[in-house]
């Protein structure tokens, strides 16, 4: 029995006379990820995208759960294909939907034609299947309020369609279609969220992660490394930069005020995450910062951090609870690896007493006293290590960002 995917698209749909870009982004991201799990056909028609296996080698289980991940999709479904002939819709759906039907008690045929040439109408179409399938599976009932299966039969140009209910898509923007921006990527719950959340507003995404070695372990940063090939399947390819951030961040512990040093530490990191923003074409920064969650993001300290840099920063979770932000973790895979017990360099040398309502002024005059600092920040932003995130090659390849720019 031939079976294939089809998507359907949502937001996207509003789009107007912008929508064929939005489709062309989604189509192009569709047939890209479909390679790692066979050669796949991927075309559209009737606001449709189908993805059609072209030979028996491909994997539709996994490419189906990869469809998930797109961006951009409303709903999805699994289908076999058939002839558009009543007999051939019958033969292929009783067997195709034996184990939902199985495990159902209650069912309903839905069914829509939009080749209005086929000989039945769909109701029609859903009062015969509906009779066929009684007989097959003699223990059903239908009924058409709230039925555990919906048998659903789609008669279209190319082919006649049947397939269960339609499984929701990852819904959102297709990756790309908003432009692109940084991720401050540290090895908690929230900054995997906050990326995977932004990447469903359709931008694409580079990652920038603070490591002060010794300070912060070789596994610290794995485990960042981990976490980018963790949201590389909603994300797409991205490049993580790993900025060595011994250096200013001593310097800040040496030579600022200890009970200011979270939120000078994160102004310089903000800096350090411009400058690679501007570099490389990402016109924001997001945060995984939720108001209030701890001190360094209080309103007063959040008005601090903004006023380090120009660049807009995107917080996704600023309303969200830990329990809310915790569940998107769980649900994107995420959460097993942030809870690994591994040093962050936002958890060291920070002061038993950080204030909580720092002003501007008091940090700027914190500032002042570091003449070196900037400095530095320059320094740490030339010498970062770049990884690929999800190019398949496992934990991902690395080069010296010198190395590639000489
Ligand atoms: P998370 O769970 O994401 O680590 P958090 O609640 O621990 O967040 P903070 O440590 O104050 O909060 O960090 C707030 C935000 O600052 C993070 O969500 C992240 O975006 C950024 N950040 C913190 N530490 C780092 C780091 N080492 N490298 C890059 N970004 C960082
Ligand atoms: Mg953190």
């Given at each position: 029995m031939k079976e294939l995917l089809m998507a359907y698209q949502g937001e996207m749909a509003l789009k107007g006379l912008n929508r064929i870009t939005f489709e062309n982004v989604v189509m192009k991201t569709i047939k890209y990820r479909m390679q790692a799990h066979g050669k796949?056909?991927?075309?559209?028609?009737?606001?449709?995208?189908?993805?059609?296996?072209?030979?028996?080698?491909?994997?539709?289980?996994?490419?189906?759960?990869?469809?998930?991940?797109?961006?951009?999709?409303?709903?999805?479904?699994r289908a076999a294909v058939c002839e558009k002939d009543f007999a051939e819709i019958a033969k292929t759906a009783v067997p195709y939907l034996e184990n939902e039907l199985r495990a159902a008690k209650t069912f309903k045929v839905e069914s829509k034609r939009s080749d209005k040439t086929f000989q039945m109408n769909s109701m029609e179409i859903s009062r015969e299947l509906g009779g066929v399938l009684l007989q097959a599976y003699p223990h059903l009932k239908v009924d058409v309020h709230n039925p555990d299966c919906t048998v659903m039969v789609e008669v279209r140009d190319y082919g006649a369609y049947v397939h269960p209910d339609k499984v929701k898509g990852a819904g959102g923007m297709p990756v790309s279609t908003s432009g692109k921006a940084s991720v401050?990527?540290?090895?908690?719950?929230?900054?995997?969220?906050?990326?995977?959340?932004?990447?469903?507003?359709?931008?694409?995404?580079?990652?920038?992660?603070?490591?002060?070695?010794?300070?912060?372990s070789e596994r610290a940063k794995q485990k960042v490394i981990t976490l980018a090939n963790k949201l590389a399947p909603w994300t797409g390819r991205f490049n993580l930069y790993i900025v060595p951030f011994t250096e200013p961040q001593v310097y800040i512990r040496d030579h600022g005020v200890p009970d200011l040093f979270t939120v000078l530490m994160r102004r310089s990191m903000?800096?350090?995450?411009?400058?690679?923003?501007?570099?490389?074409?990402?016109?924001?920064?997001?945060?995984?910062?939720?108001?209030?969650?701890?001190?360094?993001?209080?309103?007063?300290?959040?008005?601090?951090?903004?006023?380090?840099?120009?660049?807009?920063?995107?917080?996704?979770?600023?309303?969200?609870?830990?329990?809310?932000?915790?569940?998107?973790?769980r649900r994107i895979?995420?959460?097993?690896?942030?809870?690994?017990?591994?040093?962050?360099?936002?958890?060291?040398?920070?002061?038993?007493?950080?204030?909580?309502?720092?002003?501007?002024?008091?940090?700027?005059?914190?500032?002042?006293?570091?003449?070196?600092?900037?400095?530095?920040?320059?320094?740490?932003a030339q010498e970062c290590e770049v990884v690929f995130i999800g190019s398949g090659l496992g934990l991902g390849s690395k080069r010296n960002k010198q190395k590639e720019e000489n």
């Open positions: 796949f056909k991927v075309y559209k028609a009737q606001s449709t995208i189908y993805i059609e296996p072209l030979n028996e080698d491909c994997n539709m289980d996994s490419a189906y759960e990869a469809l998930q991940k797109v961006f951009g999709l409303a709903s999805l479904s401050m990527l540290s090895g908690g719950i929230d900054s995997p969220v906050a990326a995977w959340m932004m990447a469903k507003r359709g931008l694409s995404l580079q990652g920038i992660h603070f490591a002060s070695p010794p300070y912060t903000m800096r350090v995450a411009e400058k690679l923003s501007r570099e490389n074409g990402a016109d924001a920064l997001i945060t995984g910062e939720s108001l209030a969650q701890v001190a360094s993001q209080t309103l007063k300290a959040i008005v601090c951090t903004d006023a380090a840099q120009e660049l807009p920063v995107l917080r996704p979770l600023i309303g969200f609870d830990k329990v809310e932000i915790t569940d998107i973790a895979d995420t959460f097993e690896t942030s809870i690994l017990p591994y040093e962050d360099c936002c958890t060291i040398f920070t002061p038993p007493h950080p204030k909580t309502k720092p002003s501007l002024e008091e940090i700027l005059a914190a500032e002042a006293a570091m003449p070196e600092l900037a400095a530095l920040e320059e320094k740490v």
